[in-house]
């Protein structure tokens, strides 16, 4: 058992004043505007800290919590000392490690020091819990199991929240549809990526627009997704139990180490884990699989047949890999609502972070080479506020806060909006275009609102998988983060097309959902066509946005398999996910093309054959078509 000691307010006055200041949420008017229910920016330029603990904590570790088909879960349970109960329940499942010095656990002993019970898990097959880890398996089932054994306990009030970023976020996506009538509210962070339907984009588990997200995913699996657990003795005692797996990290397997640059050139992808000499996972079924596969189809996640009961403030940042998901399962749990209050209390909040690190932002931050001003934003107060409404039935702890708040770069600063997308958004078309009489490679493309009454034209390179344009020099990112130099280096190969728009005279926000619609043309039966939007300082500083992909035999749907005939013309949809950014007077929107963006994509063989098992590729000369017949366009969310 550990125990968590309140801080002195005295030798802390900046948290003994956000304390006071969350006596103060029930007393916000709704007059309220929608950011003044923060408390004040820290003096200093770090972000804002978690408020003061109104409890002590009491820590009870490795409670074996029984699922319906007899396993056993591991199940951390903190107590705030002193707090009358029965007590509302935040609850965290995490594959991760569920002890003290893992992550989200200081946010999870932050709700107990609030007066929240808080129940920390470790899902089925991992480290301490029983049964066989599968990805994305077995989810909500042992969720649901868990919901309605917190509630029978006694000092449970029988009201459940849940909290938690990237996987312990997709877990809720997972048990919404079986509508716990225990599971009150849901804080989803980045948990828009997961396994099952495939959604905008082509986002699903491993694949977006029918590419492997490489990069993305390889080390997750190696390292975290492994399918087998060391496992003590079930004959142990709870704290002997607890004791022995928080030495060292007893339980947690470690892979051998490896250079993962090295790795992602590896062929064919299916041996990538023997290669690397993995410990067994799910890597052959989780990565070599098309999107719609039955694979996915039975992990189960919540669809449109589905109906959802909860609540959820859907979070994300505007550059992670998942955002194209985060909104498209707020957009979604609105229209499955069961009902009216249901519907209108899916929030969305969208910051300008790195993966889960949104609370970490300081004043004066950046994400790559994009500055952001101060992007510092009370999340500590507005978790606090939204399980304070729906679970403890606070129905005035929402007033002041919007349905919408979101961070626009560029203009660096946070806006609001009732309704999504907001209401003054225009879906713009920007035309692809050239000012030169060449037919091959182009540096001269133009970006321009007016279509093209020109003849027919296209762009042409050369795209060779053995000397693929790359994305990132991190070995893991889960974002697309500006880097102006890699992408000047991009815009220099010539297998990549740039259009550039006109410098601007006055400010253009985009935000929103990005698409990019092409006509297209390849030698090969199928290829990749990749794509970047680009904000170009008035110095020429290329700083890359948003990026998406699509492997050309999914044109058609993600069901279906459809090759190209060569030289033929093909009307093809690439999602560039979504940004809020204002391109500022005297910047430039671009768009560059190509047909690879390795690693964080896999290679596109373009043999027209199955790129998993495939360890020779061919090389392709691919065309982007413009002009009055073909049409191709960037399509830019504007706000008027």
């Known amino acids: 058992m550990i125990s968590f000691k309140r801080l002195k307010p005295e030798a802390f006055p900046a948290l003994a004043f956000g304390a006071a200041l969350i006596v103060l949420f029930g007393t916000l008017t709704a007059n ?7 408390r004040p920016k820290p003096v200093s330029d770090r972000p804002y800290l978690q408020p003061q603990p109104l409890y002590d904590v009491r820590v009870e570790h490795s409670h074996m919590v029984e699922m319906k088909d007899g396993i056993h879960l591991s199940t951390d349970i903190y107590f705030p000392v002193g707090a009358s109960g029965p007590l509302p329940t935040v609850y965290i499942a995490t594959p991760y490690g569920k002890h003290e010095l893992n992550t989200p656990t200081y946010l999870g002993k932050m709700f107990a020091e609030q007066g929240y019970i808080v129940v920390m898990q470790d899902m089925r097959g991992k480290l301490e819990s029983e049964g066989q880890f599968i990805v994305e398996h077995n989810i909500a089932p042992d969720l649901n199991d868990t919901v309605n054994w917190i509630a029978k306990q006694k000092w449970s009030d029988g009201n459940v929240g849940m909290f938690g970023c990237s996987f312990l976020g997709q877990v809720q996506y997972y048990v919404a549809q079986k509508r716990n009538p225990h599971l009150k509210a849901f804080i989803v962070d980045a948990g828009g990526a997961g396994g099952g339907h495939v959604r905008w984009g082509g986002m699903n588990g491993s694949r977006f627009g029918g590419a492997l997200l490489l ?3 390889l080390r997750w699996m190696r390292e975290r997704m492994t399918t087998v657990s060391l496992r003590p003795s079930q004959k142990l005692e709870r704290e002997d139990l607890y004791r022995l797996s928080k030495g060292a990290n007893f339980l947690v397997i470690k892979q051998p180490k490896i250079d993962y640059r090295e790795l992602y050139w590896h062929l064919p992808i299916k041996t990538m884990m023997e290669k690397s000499k993995a410990t067994p996972n799910d890597w052959v079924d989780y990565t070599g699989k098309p999107p719609a596969d039955q694979y996915f189809e039975q992990m189960d996640l919540t669809g449109p047949k589905d109906r959802i009961s909860t609540p959820t403030l859907h979070m994300n940042s505007w550059f992670d890999f998942s955002v194209t998901g985060t909104l498209y399962f707020a ?12 519907k209108d209390h899916q929030y969305r909040l969208m910051t300008p972070s790195r993966h889960c690190r949104a609370e970490k932002l300081s004043k004066d931050d950046s994400i790559g080479d994009l500055e952001l001003g101060d992007p510092r934003f009370d999340y500590q107060s507005f978790y606090l506020k939204w399980f304070d409404r729906w679970l403890r039935g606070n129905k005035t702890a929402l007033e002041g806060l919007t349905a919408n708040t979101y961070y626009t770069t560029g203009a660096n600063k946070w806006q609001t909006s009732d309704v999504w997308p907001p209401e003054n958004i225009v879906r713009t078309p920007f035309f692809l275009s050239s000012k030169g009489e060449e037919t091959t490679h182009s540096s001269n493309g133009t970006l321009t609102t007016s279509i093209s009454n020109t003849r027919p034209r296209k762009d042409m390179y050369v795209y060779d998988p053995m000397k693929p344009v790359m994305s990132s020099q991190e070995v893991i990112s889960l974002a697309s983060v500006p880097d102006t130099h890699l992408q000047a280096a991009r815009e220099a190969r010539k297998d990549v097309l740039v259009y550039t728009s006109d410098a601007l005279d006055k400010p253009l926000e985009v935000t929103g959902r990005i698409g990019l619609e092409l006509y297209i043309s390849s030698s090969a039966a199928d290829t990749d066509f990749t794509a970047w939007l680009v904000d170009v300082g008035p110095d020429g500083k290329p700083y890359n946005l948003q990026t998406g992909i699509l492997r050309v035999r999914y044109r058609d749907g993600w069901d279906k398999e459809v090759m190209m005939e060569p030289g033929q013309i093909y009307k093809i949809f690439i999602d560039l996910n979504a940004i809020s950014h204002v391109f500022m007077p005297g910047h430039k929107v671009q768009l560059a093309v190509s047909s690879s963006n390795f690693p964080k994509f896999d290679r596109n063989l373009n043999t027209g054959g199955d790129n998993f098992t495939e360890t020779e590729g061919v090389i392709a000369t691919n ?18």
């Open 32 to 38: 309220a505007s929608s950011l003044e229910w923060q």
């Open 215 to 217: 990069s993305d995913i």
């Open 331 to 342: 957009d979604l749990f609105e229209k499955i609502a069961i009902n009216k209050n249901v």
């Open 623 to 640: 065309a982007v078509h413009y002009g009055a017949n073909y049409p191709s366009k960037l399509i830019l969310p504007i706000a008027n």
